[in-house]
């Protein structure tokens, strides 16, 4: 199958910065990126789609401003959370869908991000 | 709500037996896919099932597709302790984004 690159694995970050998070499909084009926040031993929840070049759509409750997602190629995604807290301590996971119809979603490695 | 909800939610088994897992969803699907996730990774895609099919296999893994009971089945046989993880299913919602059931956690003991 498709390979998409996630990195970092695990962040560890103080309450008040911004911390980066990079997608990357390597060997093939991913016109949609999503991604998703799983809590332990929960469930994932997609929190925004986005589309190469435009702005992403992001889910109900999901804050745009803390969230900041950007998807300035076919090959990379990135998720910024600025200004992270505690509460954002989470595992962070995107996927990448190419084009053509494909129905099958190729899922990153996921980070763990732990703010202190 | 809950597109996917999976039973048991945690299951432990010795190794060599047969281990299933459950899910159901609530609204019309295309297909249905089973993810496997170990612990603190990313999901791996095991196997889609379309809506006009009503079983697949792939290796050791059988799933069913039942459309009138919106359920569908993921059978691991002759499970083997690097099964240990967490099962999810996952349905089409809106453009090309899934929905994820809460999970089994499976954990097969050698």
């Known amino acids: 199958g498709a390979v998409v690159s996630q990195h970092p694995s695990r962040v560890i970050c103080k309450s008040g910065t911004s911390v980066k998070i990079e997608c990357r499909s390597l060997?093939?084009?991913?016109?949609?990126m999503f991604w998703y926040r799983q809590f332990p031993k929960q469930s994932l929840m997609l929190m925004a789609t986005?589309?190469?070049?435009?702005?992403?759509?992001?889910e109900q409750g999901v804050e745009k401003d803390k969230f900041l997602i950007n998807h300035a190629s076919l090959t990379l995604s990135t998720l910024t959370v600025t200004s992270a807290h505690p509460e954002d301590s989470s595992f962070y996971i995107c996927?990448?869908?190419?084009?053509?119809?494909?129905?099958?979603?190729?899922f990153g490695q996921g980070t763990r991000l732990t703010v202190v | 709500s809950q597109q996917g909800e999976e039973d048991p939610q945690a299951l432990s088994i010795q190794e060599g037996e047969n281990a299933t897992m459950n899910c159901s969803y609530k609204?019309?699907?295309?297909?249905l896919q089973w993810y496997r996730q170990n612990s603190g990774r990313g999901l791996v895609h095991l196997i889609l099932?379309?809506?006009?099919?009503r079983e697949k296999h792939s290796g050791r893994l059988r799933v069913t597709l039942d459309t009138s009971k919106k359920s569908s089945s993921l059978l691991i046989t002759a499970s083997r302790a690097a099964d240990t993880a967490s099962y999810f299913c996952?349905?089409?919602?809106?453009?090309?984004?899934?929905?994820f059931g809460k999970g089994t956690m499976l954990l097969v003991s050698p």
């Open positions: 996927s990448a869908r190419g084009g053509g119809g494909s129905t099958e979603a190729f």
């Open positions: 060997d093939f084009q991913a016109t949609t």
């Open positions: 986005s589309n190469e070049g435009s702005k992403a759509t992001y």
């Open positions: 609204t019309s699907i295309n297909n």
């Open positions: 099932i379309r809506s006009n099919e």
């Open positions: 996952a349905t089409p919602s809106g453009y090309s984004t899934l929905t």
